[in-house]
């Protein structure tokens, strides 16, 4: 067996150690003689590991308890239309537009609110956070609305907007647990959980109890609303178990790693082995402003399509896979989750060195 390093933006590497127990436990979880993908979600085995995930994840990111953490299926693209459907008041939301997953939020919202475009960073394609201490905030806005990290793009919100009281919704998924951060500013943090977290089929969304209307709304599908989900548990349907059975496992395992502080230091580290790099290199060079350079995602580029097509195709033959740079804006993109282990990215910036020096 050989695995490489995956620099994928999602779905993504996950850690060895979680992949080995899941594969063990493969055939018979838990003495319970099935395996967790065989197992009704009805079933004692199956309500404690939604129960444990839910309660280390509360630890993890020290969630107040008046907010409900909801393990949902869709995608993150679902809750684009989730939120403003369940928290439309006075119909009026405000959206900052940092990247595509942002502008798709704002257009789908579109649907079914007066969406607002507020700020916007796609003058410069994206490659930047605009100032958000002082923006014009819509008086009677349901919420105010952010992608934190641009997974596309490489940028990373280092301060929260100031929303001059409103409800701060935030779109986590390429940054879930990779830092620790202060739920109570938010009133949704939520994210696909195929990049840090987990496999690709599973939505954690941890919302303020306050804004789960209290009554079904009757133009609301019910599985669209938060309502339905919050009052079951996560269990008002056939859950993704399995996917929710890894997600525990990668709690678990951030847990012995030392929790979000320590992962934030081990990212930290890790990212700056590149970026340092970047600066320095005759060859390629980081495409976000240094200031809001996100720890996960680090676009670079040579500056020459054709040089950047080899580099991703040599990089691929040397074990380094999942560098191509997203079909919109090309070049490379090197994702370094959590479970992306420093000498994944030593190795990466090693083989960078080399091709510098026979390419330059
Ligand atoms: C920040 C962000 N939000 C939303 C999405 C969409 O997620 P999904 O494919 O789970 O709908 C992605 C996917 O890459 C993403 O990176």
């Known amino acids: 067996m050989s695995r490489v390093y995956n620099f994928s933006a999602g779905p993504a590497v996950l850690p060895e150690e979680v992949l080995k127990e899941a594969a063990a436990e493969m055939l018979d979880y838990n003495g319970t003689g099935m395996s967790v993908m065989e197992m009704s979600h009805r079933s004692a085995a199956f309500q404690d590991i939604i129960d444990t995930a839910e309660k280390d994840l509360r630890e993890l990111m020290n969630i107040p308890s008046n907010y409900k953490v909801l393990f949902l299926q869709g995608g993150a693209s679902q809750q684009f239309a989730m939120i403003p459907m369940n928290l439309k008041k006075n119909g009026v939301a405000d959206y900052i537009v940092t990247g595509q997953w942002a502008k798709k939020a704002y257009q789908e919202a579109s649907k079914y609110l007066t ?43 280092k301060t929260l907007p100031n929303t001059k009281g409103k409800t701060l919704v935030s779109d986590v998924s390429s940054c879930f647990l990779s830092e620790p951060v202060d739920v109570s500013k938010y009133g949704i943090i939520y994210g696909g959980v195929q990049k840090n977290i987990g496999p690709a089929g599973v939505v954690i969304s941890i919302i303020r109890e306050d804004l789960i209307p209290t009554e079904e709304l009757k133009d609301v599908p019910t599985m669209l609303q938060f309502k339905t989900h ?52 005759n060859l390629f060079k980081g495409t976000v402003v240094k200031e809001d350079r996100s720890l996960m995602n680090v676009p670079f580029i040579t500056g020459d399509k054709d040089l950047d097509a080899k580099f991703v195709a040599e990089a691929k033959k040397a074990g380094l896979e999942n560098l191509k740079g997203h079909r919109t804006v090309g070049g490379m993109r090197a994702s370094i989750y959590n479970a992306m282990p420093t000498e994944g990215v030593k190795a990466l910036v090693e083989f960078m060195k080399d091709f510098e020096a026979k390419n330059a």
Request: some cysteine; proline content about 3%; glycine content about 6%.
């Open 115 to 157: 969406a607002n475009k507020i700020a916007s960073s796609e003058d410069k394609t994206f490659s930047y956070i605009p100032d958000c201490s002082d923006l014009e905030i819509s008086d009677n806005a349901d919420y105010v609305y952010i992608c934190e990290n641009n997974t596309i793009y490489g940028t990373k919100y």
């Open 230 to 281: 919050a009052d079951a548990n996560s269990l008002y349907n056939t859950p993704p178990a399995y996917g929710i059975y890894i997600c525990g496992k990668v709690f678990k395992w951030i847990k012995n790693m030392g929790g979000l502080e320590a992962m934030k230091k081990h990212n930290e580290e890790k990212a700056a082995i590149l970026y340092n790099f970047l600066d320095e290199s």
